[in-house]
């Protein structure tokens, strides 16, 4: 059993910062890709930011320059550094981890929300 946690949700006022956890326990394989996703109210369930076991990183265009993805491999942790929040960015963030095309994964976490308000 793969378990993922996240943590850091929270409200935050326009331009401020949050930093989103996720740790990983159970049989996780590697290299894998690690990933946050986001679900606002009414809306489809998007991809914000992926990271690879190499380090390779992709941001989604509506977070580029304001969003930072890392990684710590031996704890099987992510994180997500958020600044310069903006109200669009309201929603629930999931941390997913994922073999693509190995038939290991996805794994999904519970969701922490973040709301964006002044």
């Known amino acids: 059993q793969v378990q993922l946690v996240e943590s850091g949700g929270g409200l935050v006022q326009p331009g401020g910062s949050l930093r989103l956890s996720c740790a990983a326990s159970?049989?996780?394989?590697?290299?894998?890709?690690m990933a946050w996703y986001r679900q606002a109210p009414g809306k489809e369930r998007e991809l914000v930011a992926t990271?690879?076991?190499?380090?390779?990183?992709k941001y989604a265009d509506s977070v580029k320059g304001r969003f930072t993805i890392s990684q710590i491999i031996a704890g099987n942790t992510v994180s997500l550094q958020m600044n310069s929040l903006k109200p669009e960015d309201t929603a629930v963030y999931y941390c997913?981890?994922?073999?693509?095309?190995?038939?290991?994964?996805?794994?999904w976490g519970q969701g922490t929300q973040v709301t964006v308000s002044s």
């Open positions: 990271i690879t076991t190499g380090g390779s990183t």
């Open positions: 159970g049989n996780i394989f590697r290299p894998n890709t």
């Open positions: 997913n981890l994922d073999r693509v095309g190995t038939g290991w994964g996805p794994f």
